[in-house]
């Protein structure tokens, strides 16, 4: 099955692909051994337990149902912590079985999300390096230079600030190399006449970095650009297709879109050109690969808040500036739009989202909640949880000998209040325990008379209950639109962080879903 999966892979040209037939041959195997764990619950459930298996459910389901797992007849068993099973041949205290057996169903699930993580975590990044590796891309020569320090116009000028850079790189570069001479298998050990002239003068720093591209400050207008670029597009398809109705949509977003624009010119009026707007980030294209690789592994701890704060004179900007750098994604994965946000903006914004996502997590929680427990409240009201297990027909003669049910109470209406003078009024004559021992499939003509609060409350909770799981339906349809546009909301720098941002979200709503599933909360 593994060669399978990376012939699968191999074919699609898609790593995806690959990992996910991977994932399910791993999942399948550790699920598995969940079950076998599980079993000894099964076997539990499938001993002798009474007379009152076939009470609990139809044919054989009843033995595999968790109402036949011990010894469930009451005359037998008074007291839960007295119900015994019968495990492996001999007659255990359940008391004493379901502990090991919560424990053996507890270490598979650990198992399994053992694997889980690890599939997630190592497998695949390491496959995902290993395609890497394989492939030569536009990321393997560039890094993403963030946290660039502003301008300083008595010390350095705007159209200066590139060269700068430059020359910091290549001084950082060439000690680098000179470190790494020695390294056995390293880039710089193949040719020692070769390797020693890199550190020469002859390496310009435009020749180490030929490229560098800034994303500098315009106010969000790369998002505008965006969007009217996508406008015109969609104006074009819809004239050709003639719709009329889209058209006029379509232009009403451009007059928006336009006066957006107009409002923004006198912010624009601030800077003479380009070159002295706010930068950033900048995307550095390198010579060489080995060369991105030597800049990241030496700025390594700039990642990390301490390691940024306190980073060593040498690779600060000239010598002051603290700098970060981290490796660049491919142009593909970059959303351009977004490049003019600055760092503390998206940071404000993912705050924002979070606490939105919490607040409506915990109204819908409490939302759902509170629904399930009235729902179950009136479930147990409607099946009689709260009466007494046996109720008897009021005229019994001896008393409480008739046991009430849709034909003693039929019986007994006729006898007592329909045929009889000067008796009670026959509406809402029965009490809602009493209507419960019925049950809804007997209450007809005087019977549902006698019940009709009852009924009506029953209808309406089924009725309610319908209408709740067409609105769960409608509330993930608009949920599903909600998590999308607030991921798009933080204006994340690339697609894979949109797309990461989205699922973050989803999996809190699937966390959430778990948190109150029924079986956790009693219902």
Known sequence: MQADSKKIGELSQSLGIQLYFSFLRGGAFFLGVWSLFLLFVVLGCASP?????????????????????????????????????????????????????????????????????????????????????????????????????????????????????????????????????????????????????????????????PEISFARDYGGRLAEHASQAKLKTEIVEATLDADGKKLKKLHTQARKLLAQKKKRRADEEKFASTIERPIYRAYVVCNKAQDKELLLDAYRMSQLSLGYLFQSKRLRFRGLKRIRLAPAPEPSNILWENQDCPAIERACRRGFTKLLVFILLLISTAGILWSQQTQKNETEKAEGKNCAEIIYTRDSNPPNTVVLDGVTAKAYLEANIVNAPGAPALENHFTDCECAKIGMSSMTGDVKTACQDFYDKQVLMFAVTTASSVLVVAINFILKSLLVALAKFERPLTLSGLECAIALKVQELHLESTLIDPQWVGV
């Open 49 to 209: 337990s009474g007379d009152s298996d076939d009470e609990h459910g139809v044919g054989f389901l009843a033995v595999l149902s968790l109402a036949s797992f011990g010894d469930s007849s009451l005359e037998a068993s008074p007291h839960p912590t007295q119900r015994k099973i019968d495990f492996w041949g001999s007659k255990e205290y359940m008391v004493d079985v379901t502990p090991w057996m919560s424990l053996l169903s507890a270490f598979g699930a650990g198992m399994y999300f053992v694997y889980v993580m690890w599939f997630v975590y190592r497998k695949i990044p390491r496959d995902a390096e290993a395609l890497d590796a394989a492939s030569i891309t536009p990321a393997d020569f560039a890094f993403l230079l963030d946290k660039l320090p502003a301008f300083d116009q008595e010390s350095l000028k705007p159209e200066d600030f590139e060269a700068e850079l430059k020359k910091h790189f290549a001084k950082v570069l060439l000690e680098e190399r000179a470190a790494h001479l020695g390294d056995e298998g390293g880039p710089y050990t193949a040719n020692k006449e070769v390797d020693k002239s890199v550190v020469d003068a002859e390496n310009e720093p435009d020749n180490l970095f």
